[in-house]
């Protein structure tokens, strides 16, 4: 049909408004083609005529059904156009109160101006996992397409948030960062993902300021790249920023802020570490007080500050780091307020030197005061002769100190900035990255200047890849689906683009002003009027001549060339520069440093790097930019490495929208939308779609849709597909309307209404009918019949106009073919050439360009190596004059001072009082030689004989003591040195201990007032507990009082609280013990990996031997030793046999590891020792100097103190000899090599740490040795001194006195020497004759060890056969060895055996008997095994319900009972079997009183257990298995223990049965807590089964056959959102999953109790996932969808019906979900509904209520939409709730699980075992 029929009564039309933008009219008289206007009724009831234009035919745009309103992607509109747009965004935002709509890949959010409850950590695991278009628009969604993209294709992302400023870009960029941080959470313990969060503080407060637009306005834009590593964990992040405005560090505008550090810095002064800025409030500083008001309504600045120090600290910058960035802010806010004072008529100015800004800038950055104030108001000026100073005036000076402080603050973001990225920064390879664009959207102001050109420069950027990429997403869809791709004439920005950036575009022009060094603005403007004046994207405005018009892709712009030069160039004064360079802070410093090769990626961020300083020669303004690239180049290469970025990745565009300019809370107005909407490329991809086939309809849902306008036989085929396509050549005469895809049907724009228009024709022809069938029911026959003849007819005729059509189409079809393919051949050779052309042109100018750069460059570094070399010259020869003299200073002050102490040291010498001091102490030893002169005058005579006989002799001893005392007299010297040290040493001592005597004091004084504290707080409390006592008994007796009515009310509340309280407490223990499960299970895994590390290569361990490795801390019994484990492993492989220990080479891995553990010990023990050694050793050496510098003459002790130390070391020798004995005895009890190997380490350790002792005990006796040698040299030397100062009269029996003594002294050293000497011999000779015997022993284990490696490295090298013959005869050779010794053991012992027969003989008759039985030695295993069994045979009629097993079976029996069985193989015999068994084993243990026995079976069957569980962590089966088993344990633990309360219902029979003498309540705490994490194993895998059934089982599957009627489609799912195959469950589905679970736990024996539980879980994740979903899906809120609903929920509970699971609260947990059903069904008008719905829905919060029904959406267009109205009075009514703020149910929520007593009423002793189990080692009692 023509679009003009389409233009009839009642039609509603969009008509021009210039208040709404676009206004609704209905029309009141059908069009006819060639009518001059149109006939129209608004909506205010008003009739209008509308012009028609005859000429072009523009008739108003019609407006889409009211079916299709509201709907979640713009593109799904029938009509497409501007105002349908419009209005759909408005329905949603103001309505619905819905942020987010899609635009095909656009997500298009409206800032709401209010915090919404829709960014919980529930809402993103809700999005986790889905396909975009599943649920309703949400950033989350976009962000969970990109994470989902980046996994399944391996390729980059990105995620381009733009709009201007106040529409919500930063927020958008920072929520879609938190779902990636949740998602994509970092694997190890880095907490990257929380740092990459944290840098949004820091950014906000450098780069955000207040805009008149918006309070948090971000100035500048940022690509965030988020790495991710190959299991697509977050690893690290980057940072890359835009174009910094830094004007507004000194200006800022209106009602306008700097950016926000500044007043969180003057916020915070007052804090003690910011005295020194000297900062006072914001209002007292220029830069911050020129947009008036400082403050934010709802921000505290001194709180975001904290925010941000926290930040800083949280991405490791250092305190001191913080410290001087604070210092540059607080510097840049002085230097603003500096006094310029003009000089001479205002041609000089100046800064006074006392200006305490200028001192505070100074000293803050850490510059000369004097420097800085100079060349504020001066520059130079540099020509080819010389350099002049010229002085600045006021406005030059201001704008250089203006220019100083944006280069400033833009180095320092350039700092931060790349400390952020260091921090995100990761050494772990980087897979794949998603990263986040937050940039500026079009600008257009009434002044628009430099930052709004390249802002506007950038988006056209943007929007040209925009618009390639959805023109290249839909080529692929219709590739996809088979679909004829006809060319989309889409509108191309590339000529506005080449205006901008081409050679000799605008920047170019503008660098090449830039370069003239008279350039000014009004010159560049002209250049441009006659350079483009031609081009049609540029205009000159007809009132100026220094504005330019550039027409952009969104709107004309017109811009002020005025400061495009100056922002450009971004000039700074470079002695300026120069003296920062020179700051005493090394950071300042390094922030002016040149950046000649600064990446791209952020010099533009920082507002580009300023002037290149060149210390060879100062350079003027304008030259110093010749060689410097200007803000607009740096801007267009960022730009290009930008989108080169964006094109290797998937982009994905989110289009930020300012709903007002007021920041209104849901308030839209038209005009500003439809600017945005225009300006950000949504109205463009509206125009791409609709130019192909914009809506998309799948068969299935274009079946269930317009199955009304089907004929009847048609809907009898089963193929859909061909039933649609029939219908729609029936309906649509026109094929290029709609073609058929491979699984979709694509329609034009309108085609979707006009089969609304046939649908809502044909339900009201169908009215019409039945109307006329019950009016004239006589005439039907007739009808009918002339109606089928019509029919017929019809269809015949309409078969030969269509088949006559469609061959006249193919044909038509075929020439366009022809004609495209010659065309395009036409074009491309045309194109290839123009292009080839453009290429080699290119290549010219770029090769010319780059030469010219080139030379400069070399120029320059000539230069700089001419400077280097002259600079290096002038300081060495410098440096070299300036040591010289000052080594000549040296030299004579030294000198001098050297003199003076000379002459002082002469004084001091002659002095009678030195000779005092070296006499003190002489005259007691003149007495003592005057008595000895007495006595050798007695003796005289009698020895004058023996005197001439020993003449000789005599005089060759005076001549050998004369040397010796010349040494001695030489040595004083030295000996009185260090006589002074010492003392100096006593005095330090000394001075230390008092001090520690005061802090001891201190300490205790301490310690009596905190005790007396203690002891007042305990009377204190013990008064209080009396008064509380007392209350308490008050309390009673008024309780005691009340009636027994209100007692028994307090009672049953008191009883509730208390259940509350106890599942609370329950719930909190699970999850203890679910998270110890967890844990446990990540060391599990980690072991595992270890072990597969360090296995060797083609080693494989046994299951056996690995099990018999495993250990389980938990359970609280008998643990044995290290040692004990590996005593036991070599007696399993001694009693196996030897073919067994042969192949299991497990053992030999287990020896090894027990001698490095050993070793380990060994060397721990070793260290503690010398350190304990150490100690003893430096106190004993403090004591040992003390006590002789204070008793240095005192011979008596030392003689004392070498009489402790043998004493010592006698008690260290009888140390020894008890350690040995010890080891010997330990060594004849323990006779395995593990017991010799520890008491041959224990003893090596111990005789190791006795030579160290002995030597210290040597040191210390030399040194005493050496004190007495001391001590006798000085006082002979004193002697000397005495005898010469007195001139004595004896000089010769004076020496003969001296030597006497020396002789003395010397004879008791060489005694006291030789008899230490003696000591230390022995000592030495015994310790060196245990020492060589031990290590005979370690030489000897040292060979066999390097044996067994040998044939264990040989055994691994042979082939697996060759191993097992190797082992076999290794073990044979050792076998046979042991049989030789214990050959020899076994005849002693058949010696002893004869002599114990014989007195056997002696017994009583009875014992005679059993003389031939192998009684004291057993025999061979197998007639002790034989004789078990007759036992056994004898006695069966008495079974005692226990089971006997020898120790070596017990891994036999873990392998057969639990880790090898099968759920099947004991499926025909009594449920939970392998429980009974293993408790009649216990039972025996127990009855034998063996507790290692019980011990060691716990354990296996737990480990087993928990290793089984492990293997089979998905089978429901084996889960559901163990779980019975375990709590079937559990309860008959509890049975049989003997307790009363457990015993209550068990039979006289059953009492025999009980455990006499092990309590085992532990282990029954144990065997619970396995419980529970099996159970939570069990959820898990049946909730991961029957979960990705439940949305589509419970909410999308049709129970009710005809009732849904599909809506128009909502999103058109793209083919990188669906999932391949068919995911539908139908809800029968469900019903036989539960139904297999229900049997396996009844068939498992699982207790009732626990059953319920479990489903009550189940159905409450069924319930959670299905209402979460239903409330973020927009097209499941319908009535159908409620009856659909209401009738599965039924379904689900006939079925709990029918398994009798009505007492499990199961169906309670279903209510939510049932009242949501309820909800959709109930009527939704008046006040009385709302009250219905009220009272009904008690289970469903505010939140979910009102959610559902903004929701709600009619399938059918006579139902109505809920007003806002009603939903405002619903929220009235419910407003007194106190409803938790949550939208969405916590599906992973888990109730605490109770496991009730449950008694058995079997007996042990009727339990049979099956053969199957082969259990026959099993012996019953």
């Known amino acids: 049909m023509s679009t003009a029929q389409l233009y009839t009564k009642y039609t509603r039309v969009w008509i021009p408004d210039p208040d709404e933008v676009w206004r609704s009219a209905e029309i009141i008289k059908d069009y006819k083609e060639g009518d001059k206007s149109l006939h129209l009724k608004l909506e205010d009831e008003t009739l209008y005529e509308y012009p028609v234009d005859l000429q072009g035919n523009e008739l108003p745009f019609l407006r889409n059904p009211d079916i299709l309103v ?224 400082t403050s934010i309504d709802g921000v505290d600045d001194a709180d975001d500050f904290e925010k941000t ?103 320092l973001f350039n700092w931060i900035v790349q400390h952020i990225n260091k921090a995100l920064h990761t050494t772990v390879k980087q897979h794949s990255f998603i990263g986040v664009l937050d940039i500026y959207g079009f600008e257009t102001f009434e002044v628009n200047s430099f930052e709004q050109f390249c802002i506007n420069y950038a988006n056209e950027k943007l929007q040209q890849q925009f618009n390639s990429h959805v023109f290249k997403l839909e080529q692929e869809e219709y590739m996809k689906e088979g679909i004829p791709w006809t060319l989309i004439d889409f509108y191309d920005n590339q000529p506005c683009i080449d205006l901008i950036e081409a050679k000799l575009g605008i920047l170019d022009l503008l660098d090449e002003e830039c370069k003239v060094p008279k350039g000014t603005d009004q010159n560049w403007a002209q250049k441009l009027y006659d350079r483009h004046a031609s081009s049609q994207h540029f205009q000159k405005p007809r009132m100026s001549n220094t504005s330019f018009i550039v027409l952009h892709f969104a709107d004309k712009v017109e811009y002020q060339s005025e400061g495009f030069l100056e922002k450009n160039r971004d000039t700074v004064y470079e002695e300026q520069i120069n003296i920062l360079k020179a700051s005493k802070y090394q950071m300042v410093a390094d922030l002016f440093q040149d950046e000649k090769d600064a990446a791209p990626t952020t010099s533009t961020a920082k507002g580009t790097s300023k002037i290149s300083v060149r210390s060879a020669r100062p350079v003027i303004k304008a030259a110093n930019k010749e060689h410097k690239k200007t803000v607009g180049h740096q801007f267009r290469n960022s730009l290009h490495l930008l989108m080169e970025t964006l094109n290797a990745t998937t982009p994905h565009y989110v289009r930020c929208i300012k709903p007002n300019d007021e920041k209104l809370p849901f308030k839209f107005d038209p005009k500003r939308a439809v600017q945005q909407l225009r300006a950000c490329g949504v109205l463009e991809t509206i125009r791409i779609s609709a130019a192909g086939f914009p809506s998309r309809w799948s068969y299935h849902d274009f079946f269930n849709r317009y199955r009304v306008l089907m004929k009847k036989r048609d809907l009898s085929k089963n193929d859909k597909k061909q039933i649609c396509q029939t219908l729609l050549e029936d309906l649509i005469k026109d094929p290029d309307k709609f073609q058929f895809g491979r699984t979709k049907i694509f329609f034009r724009a309108g085609q979707v209404a006009y089969l609304e228009k046939l649908r809502a024709d044909k339900f009201r022809a169908a009215t019409i009918m039945i109307q006329k069938t019950v009016r004239g029911w006589l005439q039907r026959v007739k009808y009918k019949r002339l109606r089928q003849a019509a029919m017929v007819i019809q269809r015949y005729t309409r078969g030969h106009l269509a088949r006559r059509l469609a061959e006249h189409l193919r044909r038509t079809r075929a020439a366009i073919i022809f004609q495209k393919q010659y065309r395009m051949l036409r ?155 010492l003392q100096e040493e006593m005095e330090h001592l000394r001075l230390e201990l008092e001090k520690a005597h005061g802090e001891r004091k201190v300490v205790e004084d301490s310690y009596v007032k905190e005790k007396d504290l203690l002891r007042k707080r305990i009377s204190d409390l013990e008064e209080e507990n009396a008064l509380l006592k007392q209350e308490k008994e008050e309390l009673n007796s008024r309780i005691l009082c009340q009636s027994e009515d209100e007692f028994a009310q307090n009672t049953v509340e008191a009883n509730i609280q208390m259940k509350k309280e106890l599942e609370e407490e329950r719930s909190r223990y699970q999850n203890l013990v679910k998270e110890y499960s967890r844990l446990e299970q990540r060391y599990d895994n980690l072991r595992d990996e270890m072990t597969i590390i360090k296995q060797a290569p083609g080693h494989r361990r046994n299951p056996s031997n690995q099990s018999s490795l495993e250990s389980d801390s938990n359970y609280p019994s008998i643990s044995t030793s290290e040692i004990g484990d590996t005593e036991d492993v070599i007696q399993q492989v001694e009693e196996v046999g030897m073919e067994k220990a042969a192949m299991d080479m497990t053992l030999f891995l287990k020896l090894q590891k027990r001698v490095r553990e050993l070793e380990q010990e060994r060397k721990k023990l070793q260290t503690q020792l010398e350190k304990k050694e150490q100690e003893s050793r430096k106190s004993q050496v403090i004591e040992t100097k003390t006590e002789v510098t204070s008793d240095h003459e005192d011979f008596a002790y030392n003689s004392l103190k070498r009489q402790e130390l043998e004493s010592e070391n006698k008690k260290l020798k009888n140390d020894l000899n ?145 191993q097992v013959e190797f082992g076999l005869q290794q073990e044979i050779t050792r076998l046979t060895n042991e049989n030789l010794d214990l050959k020899e053991l076994l005849e002693k012992l058949e010696k002893n055996e004869k002599k114990l027969k014989k007195q056997l003989k002696i017994y009583m008759k009875k014992v005679q008997d059993f003389e031939a039985s192998p009684v004291t030695v057993p025999a061979e295993r197998r007639q002790h095994e034989r004789n078990m069994q007759v036992v056994v045979q004898r006695k069966e009629k008495d079974f005692q319900g226990m089971l006997e097993y020898y120790k070596e079976d017990e891994p036999l029996l873990i392998r057969n009972l639990v880790t090898d069985l099968k759920p099947q193989a004991v499926s025909a015999t009594v449920p939970c079997l392998p429980a009974y068994i293993l408790y009649m084993c216990i039972r025996h243990a127990d009855y034998i009183n063996d507790d290692q026995k019980v011990h060691s079976l716990l354990t296996s069957t737990i480990n087993g257990i928990k290793k089984v569980l492990k293997k089979h962590n998905d089978d429901f089966q084996m889960t559901s298995f163990w779980l019975a088993n375990t709590c079937r344990l559990l309860h008959c633990l509890k049975q049989y223990s003997g307790d009363a309360g457990f015993m209550t219902q068990n039979t006289p029979k059953q009492n025999e049965h009980c455990l006499k003498n092990f309590d085992l309540t532990e282990y029954r705490q144990v065997l619970s807590h396995l419980s529970i994490q099996i159970y939570q194993q069990l959820i898990k895998i049946a909730e991961g089964i029957l979960q990705p059934m439940i949305v589509s089982a419970v909410l999308e599957n049709e129970s009710i056959q005809g009732l849904s009627g599909v809506k128009p489609m909502g999103y058109r799912n793209r083919s990188s959102s669906m999932a391949d195959g068919d995911s539908s469950y139908s809800l029968d589905a469900i019903i036989r999953q539960l139904n297999t679970f229900h049997s396996i736990m009844c068939d498992q024996g699982l207790d009732p109790e626990i059953v319920q539980q479990v489903f009550k879980q189940l159905f409450y994740m069924i319930n959670a996932v299905a209402l979460n979903n239903l409330l973020l899906r927009k097209d499941v809120c319908s009535w159908s969808t409620g009856m659909q609903l209401r009738f599965n929920i039924s379904q689900l509970e006939e079925w709990l019906r029918g398994k009798n699971l009505q007492q499990s609260g199961a169906a309670q947990t279903l209510e939510p979900l049932i009242q949501a059903a309820q909800l959709l069904q109930l009527k939704k008008k008046t006040s009385e509904d709302a009250e219905a719905i009220c009272s009904l829905c008690t289970s469903l919060t505010t939140q979910q209520i009102v959610k559902i029904l903004n929701l709600y959406t009619p399938v059918n267009e006579f139902e109505e939409r809920v007003t806002v109205a009603f939903i405002r009075d619903i929220q009235m009514h419910l407003q007194e709730r106190n409803d938790p703020p949550q939208l969405l149910l916590d599906f992973k929520h888990m109730f605490p699980v109770l496991f009730p007593f449950n008694p058995s009423s079997i007996t042990m002793d009727s339990i049979h075992l099956p053969a199957s189990l082969n259990l026959e080692f099993l012996h019953k009692v």
């Open 70 to 293: 509201g709907e979640n992607d713009l593109t799904a509109l029938s009509y497409l156009h501007e105002p349908a747009v419009l209005h759909n965004l408005k329905v949603r935002f103001l309505e619905s109160n819905h942020i987010y709509t899609y635009c095909g890949i656009v997500l298009v959010a409206i800032n709401p101006y209010e915090q919404l409850p829709i960014y919980e950590q529930d809402v993103i695991y809700a999005y986790s996992g889905q396909n975009m278009g599943d649920m309703d628009p949400h950033i989350f969604a976009v962000a969970e397409e990109a994470y989902k993209q980046m996994a399944r294709d391996e390729k980059n992302q990105s995620i381009i948030v733009s709009g201007e400023s106040g529409a919500g870009k930063t927020v958008s960029a920072k929520y879609a960062m938190r779902f990636f941080a949740t998602v994509g959470g970092s694997a190890s313990d880095t907490n990257i993902e929380a740092k990459v969060l944290a840098s949004s503080p820091i950014m906000e407060a450098i780069g955000n300021a207040k805009t008149t637009r918006n309070d948090n306005s971000s100035r500048f834009g940022k690509y965030i790249q988020i790495g991710f590593d190959k299991r697509y964990h977050i690893i690290g992040a980057n940072m890359r920023t835009y174009l910094l405005e830094k004007s507004r560090v000194v200006f800022q505008a209106e009602d306008e802020r700097n950016y926000h550090i500044f007043y969180q810095l003057c916020a915070s002064a007052s804090l003690p570490e910011f005295k020194d800025l000297g900062l006072t409030c914001a209002e007292d500083f220029f830069y911050t007080s020129q947009g008036g008001d």
């Open 827 to 981: 074009i491309l050779r045309a194109f290839q050439r123009v292009r080839n052309a453009t290429i080699t042109i290119q290549a010219f100018a770029r090769g010319m360009f780059v030469r010219r750069i080139y030379h400069k460059i070399l120029v320059e570094h000539k230069a700089t190596i001419l400077q280097k070399y002259a600079r290096g010259w002038l300081a060495r020869t410098r440096f070299h004059r300036v040591r010289g003299a000052t080594i000549v200073l040296q030299c004579y002050y030294r000198r001098m001072k050297a003199r003076q102490e000379l002459k002082a040291l002469r004084i001091e010498a002659r002095s009678a009082q030195h000779l005092k001091k070296l006499n003190i102490g002489m005259e007691n030893k003149v007495v003592q030689l005057q008595r000895k002169i007495d006595e050798q005058n007695k003796e005289y005579k009698l020895l004058n004989e023996q005197l001439s006989m020993l003449t000789s002799a005599h005089s060759s001893e005076v001549e050998k003591l004369k040397k010796e005392l010349v040494q001695y007299q030489q040595s004083h010297r030295g000996d009185g040195n260090q006589l002074v040290s």
């Open 1218 to 1362: 008890e350690l040995r004995k010890a080891i010997a005895d330990r060594a004849t009890q323990n006779n395995s090599s593990n017991d010799i190997q520890d008491g041959y380490n224990l003893l090596l350790n111990q005789l190791k740490s006795a030579n160290e002792e002995l030597e210290v005990r040597k040191e210390e006796v030399l040194i005493l040795r050496t004190q007495i040698m001391k001590a006798a040299q000085q006082k002979e030397t004193g002697k000397n001194m005495e005898s010469i100062t007195t001139n004595a009269s004896w000089p010769n029996s004076d020496k003969h006195i001296d030597q006497e003594d020396a002789i003395e002294a010397y004879q008791g050293m060489c005694e006291t020497n030789r008899l230490l000497e003696a000591q230390l011999q022995d000592q030495r000779r015994e310790h060196e004759d245990e020492v060589e015997a031990l290590k005979n022993q370690v030489d000897a284990m040292k060979e066999e060890l390097e044996k067994q490696q040998q044939a264990f490295l040989q055994t691994l090298q042979l082939s697996p056969e060759a």
């Open 309 to 411: 120090r926290h930040a800083f600290t949280l991405l490791g910058v250092k305190e001191s780091h913080q410290t001087t960035i604070f210092r540059i802010i607080a510097a840049i806010l002085h230097l603003g307020n500096l006094e310029i004072q003009a000089e001479r008529d205002g041609d000089a100015c100046s800064v006074s030197s006392e200006d305490e800004h200028l001192n505070n800038f100074c000293g803050l950055l850490g510059v000369e005061h004097s420097q800085m104030q100079h060349w504020l108001c001066h520059r130079k000026l540099v020509t080819t002769s010389e350099t002049y100073v010229k002085s600045m005036s006021v406005q030059q000076v201001v704008n250089a100190r203006n220019a100083l402080a944006k280069h400033i603050y833009a180095r």
